[in-house]
């Protein structure tokens, strides 16, 4: 996929010190929680990284699967100068082809960039948008991601002014 002199790809392992580098200014600003490099390592597959002309890293985003029908888009960033070219379009598009792929159908995504997201179909979550069942089998999940989706107490701290989002494919 190439447009406007970038395209998205899977990440590599080696592109993990770019996507670190790409998201702590995010980090610092509180916008992303920083993570260690060894949990980027063991969710490489779940990345995407648009890349400039260069092969330089100028956007991710991963897709992580919590459950049967439903995962999180997550760590979605674009480097500052490459902001309103489409690099964070084309990231939520092949995240999205990617979960369709997967048999997907809904998304979930915690954020304070609440306009983009209404832009790619996502509407703030009103309630649990799961069963009873479900809801137990999640709360077995040591994922600070889906503690988040679940809106548990212990992560709300961490999580204070993002909006938490919903979308069916």
């Given at each position: ?24 200014p ?5 916008i ?121 107490a212990?992560?709300?701290?961490n ?7 919903f979308?069916?494919?």
């Open positions: 996929m190439a447009e406007a002199g970038f395209s998205v790809r899977a990440a590599r392992t080696s592109d993990v010190p770019l996507i670190r580098a790409l998201i702590e995010l980090v610092q600003r509180g992303l929680l920083g993570k260690d490099a060894v949990v980027f390592y063991e969710a490489i597959q779940e990345f995407r990284v648009a890349v400039d002309a260069n092969g330089e890293a100028i956007g991710c985003g991963a897709l992580h699967v919590m459950w049967q029908d439903l995962a999180e888009v997550r760590t979605l960033a674009v480097t500052e100068r490459w902001l309103h070219r489409g690099v964070g379009h084309a990231l939520m598009e092949r995240l999205e082809a990617d979960a369709r792929e997967l048999g997907l159908s809904r998304l979930f995504c915690l954020t304070f960039e609440v306009p983009f997201f209404v832009r790619h179909g996502f509407e703030p979550m009103a309630e649990q948008p799961i069963d009873p069942i479900v809801y137990a089998e999640l709360l077995r999940s040591p994922d600070e991601g889906v503690a988040e989706f679940l809106d548990l212990r992560v709300k701290p999580t204070l002014g993002n909006t938490r989002m979308k069916w494919l």
